[in-house]
Nanobody, 114 residues
């Protein structure tokens, strides 16, 4: 059974940075590397939105609101996806989820506030 475990969420001041991790357990590195990874976020009272995607080939895409501030990456050797977030704004507050191999993680809370 595939399990996704996110970590790295925290309370941070505006302008700060965080690095989220998504460890995928229960699958081989070869299977992990064959799938894309997506990061979503859900702010209070809002719908979940797709924030960033990385394909199995390493091609990335971002929602406009995070372009130039967030970077999605992956390390296939350790079945892990990452979301590097810089210049954080209060609007980035929410629960961040990773998704891959048809599964979702439990989410990690990011709060941007002074």
């Amino acid at each position: 059974q595939v399990q996704l475990v996110e970590s790295g969420g925290d309370l941070v001041q505006p302008g700060g940075s965080l690095r989220l991790s998504c460890v995928v357990r229960g699958t081989s590195t070869s299977t992990f590397s064959a799938y894309g990874i997506e990061w979503y976020r859900q702010a209070p009272g809002k719908q979940r939105e797709l924030v960033a995607t990385i394909t199995r080939g390493g091609r990335t895409s971002y929602v406009d609101s995070v372009k130039g501030r967030f970077t999605i990456s992956r390390d296939n050797a350790v079945n892990t996806g990452y979301l590097e977030m810089n210049s954080l704004k209060p609007d980035d507050t929410g629960v961040y989820y990773c998704a891959t191999l048809g599964s979702w993680g439990q989410g990690t809370q990011v709060t941007v506030s002074s």
